[in-house]
């Protein structure tokens, strides 16, 4: 039977080993060169291939790039933990552990999200020292990063769930999931200026959510409310978590 | 091997099974696993043995039945369970781009180690395997044995009640075979420590088990002490001859009618429920023909050929 005192104890046990899989998954994915390159680079290039035909301004191109910089980095490993870990047995390891299976999501999603938001402050800082941007409102600056971070990792975390021992397989899935949201999200162009269609599909997209914030975070004008832009970050990291619980542990149960 | 200090049960199989498809691959499986004993779970390729190693430490779930460990369903609180096992499994698992120190000090953290003692049992535990001049080198720089050490210093540094052996020495050098199976024997005489071992070395499952059970085509066949399967057997006891001559035939030497006969290097293994008698009356026959005997004994039945008696031999390895 499971007393009150056993159900907490195992619940603090479940976070310990929570920051444990984190600090795992930061010392084996994430802290290597080609991972900390790419996740500066090439959402720094891919806005700046995109704003150089359109002049935008600053106070555009700042958030859009600091938005995209989290959502590649937050976003960008996390598909690719779990079949890594089944491609190297490791994962076997981890399941025949202590560790819940909502333990070991949960410390993949709080690596993604640490380094998404660390990460989307060098473009940031760079930003504040080369540019005139300036941060007018850090609250919702800083509830874009952290839950823009949170909902993003997420994403990745839902993304690893296929059965597959193909990290190939799931950086395609990846790629094809998240590059179209950036167009829908108001990172090139804010929300207010883009065609009906994409302020239809914009609601869709977590990153819109995030990027409003951030923008309004450099002083621009919003185009939800702080709250909404809140409580959908909230909404989807929930739906992400609950989603991908469900078919991991399928694909868990499946997969020998 | 000593008896061992019988206490509670450690490992409670009871009713399972698990189908892969229409595929049943463990067919109602039943057994218990005292405190402080070593069971050994042999069976040919493809018998049952890794999925219900498998079931047992809840990497898979169960089709039906259940499995208690350390007295916890496995599948009801899984977490709870897990605290109390350590698991080698069949297929090396360290984190490549982690050193050995980072691998073991991770399964330390993961299975609750307190701080203060990690430093000391991690030490002790890469003493123990021969690894401590090898704490700085990655999971990757590692050969086939060092990783299989790791595994068990990974699995070990806990300090588990028990331990799950998945294949543990197969492919590995004598040296590191021998290793292991000395460490495990001083972990469970010394502390006590149930050992849950599969194994396809008889020898192996013979020298380390107070137990074991046969699995053959998911279904368990039988389940006792090594002696006593072998006593199942004592049809299988027999004499090994050789002469010093190579090209001595065997309607020479052996008329027993009904035996079976197997030819070795300059000679044969005869079966037989007498092989006292048999080998006096080879010996005798030996001396009148003027062959030379090199070396003449007895032997008792092997588990191997217990395990052959009982599965036939001729599984494929699937």
Redesign the interface.
Known sequence: M?TAD?AMD?FL??V??TW??AK?NV??YYLKPPVLTFGVIFPLFFYLAFAAGHKAPVEVMVPGIVAMALFFTASAVGPLITPWERQ???Y?????????LSAILAGDILAGMTFGVVLSLVPLAAALVLTSAQIAQPLPLLAGLVLGALAFSGLGVLLAAPATEGPSQVMMLSNLVRLPLIFVSGVFVPLAEMPAWGQWLSPLSPLSYCADLVRVGFGGEPYFSFAVDLMALLGFTALFIVVAHYFHRKTR?RV? | MNSFPSSSRSIVADGLTRK?GDRIAVDNVSFTVDGGEVFGFLGPNGAGKS?TA?ML?????VTTGKALIAGYDIAE????A??H?G?V?E????????TVW?NVM??A????VAKANRDTRGKAMLESFDLATRAGQKGRQLSKGLRQRLMLC?ALVSEPEILFLDEPTSGLDVASARLIREVITKMNRERGMTVFITTHNMDEADQLCHRVAIIDKGILAAIDTPAALRSRVESQRSVEVRFRESTVKQEDVLSYPGSRVVMIANGFRVFGSEPGRMAQEIAAKATTLGLHIESINTLAPTLEEVFVSITGGLHGNG
């Open positions: 499971v056993s195992e046990w479940q310990r080993v444990v899989v795992k010392m084996v190297a047995k490791t076997e390891r981890l399941v025949t552990s202590p560790a819940s149960d020998v | 892969f999925t498998r430490t809840g990497f898979i779930p609180r899984p977490s709870t897990r605290r096992i698991v499994p297929e090396a698992n360290v984190y490549a781009d982690l980072q991770l399964m953290e993961l299975h609750g990974m």
